[in-house]
T-cell receptor, first 114, second 114 residues
Framework: GAVVSQHPSWVICKSGTSVKIECRSLDFQATTMFWYRQFPKQSLMLMATSNEGSKATYEQGVEKDKFLINHASLTLSTLTVTSAHPEDSSFYIC??????????FGSGTRLTVV | AQSVSQHNHHVILSEAASLELGCNYSYGGTVNLFWYVQYPGQHLQLLLKYFSGDPLVKGIKGFEAEFIKSKFSFNLRKPSVQWSDTAEYFCAVVDSGGYQKVTFGIGTKLQVIP
């Protein structure tokens, strides 16, 4: 079946630094990928839609200058959290919608900003 | 905008008990519906999905769900739960005519007691 690989699984960074999270589709091509964020005791909230070859589409309230998304190829999308602050600590997860597979998800990245 | 409500946030059952988790969605158009499961320490996995056809959908591990269009519901059921079903369950909706943004419910934590 379709597999999405997400790295790193967890990361701890200092406040003010940037962190890059990668999302790869391993056995299929994804022109679109989605980035979600999950705060404790809340559901996954869509942050942005990553589009190969064009700019990402951000949901209302998500700072595009803070959460930089690059869809470099048909198998790779990256999310960079710039100038991270403790309030950015969260669980970030990507997904890709291969036809018929029901939106495969990566394993997620636990970001802790100290 | 579409939304998803999961009414039971935390459910505790004994092994062999029957399970039903409620899911209601709010959207006027045609939707695709999903149930995902997240086992402790693991990533989201697809349990089952409804795109069209028979409204009673069977998924993996003995789970099933019934789409009742008139009630905007897609409840998840299992006749006899096992300790290994302990996990968090998410109902999700996609606008089938849109750009495939997935809206998740808040999730239901299921704890099965041996």
């Amino acid at each position: 079946g379709a597999v999405v690989s997400q790295h790193p699984s967890w990361v701890i960074c200092k406040s003010g630094t940037s962190v890059k999270i990668e999302c790869r589709s391993l056995d299929f091509q994804a022109t679109t990928m989605f980035w979600y964020r999950q705060f404790p005791k809340q559901s996954l909230m869509l942050m942005a839609t990553s589009n190969e070859g064009s700019k990402a589409t951000y949901e209302q309230g998500v700072e595009k200058d803070k959460f930089l998304i690059n869809h470099a190829s048909l198998t790779l999308s990256t999310l960079t959290v710039t100038s991270a602050h403790p309030e950015d600590s969260s669980f970030y997860i990507c997904s890709a919608p291969p036809e018929g597979y029901g939106y495969t998800f990566g394993s997620g990245t636990r970001l802790t900003v100290v | 905008a579409q939304s998803v409500s999961q009414h039971n946030h935390h459910v505790i059952l004994s092994e062999a008990a029957s399970l039903e988790l409620g899911c209601n969605y709010s959207y006027g158009g045609t939707v695709n519906l999903f149930w995902y499961v997240q086992y402790p320490g693991q990533h989201l996995q697809l349990l089952l999905k409804y795109f069209s056809g028979d409204p009673l959908v069977k998924g993996i591990k003995g789970f099933e769900a019934e789409f009742i269009k008139s009630k905007f519901s897609f409840n998840l059921r299992k006749p006899s739960v096992q300790w290994s079903d302990t996990a968090e369950y998410f109902c999700a909706v996609v606008d089938s005519g849109g750009y495939q943004k997935v809206t998740f419910g808040i999730g239901t934590k299921l704890q099965v007691i041996p």
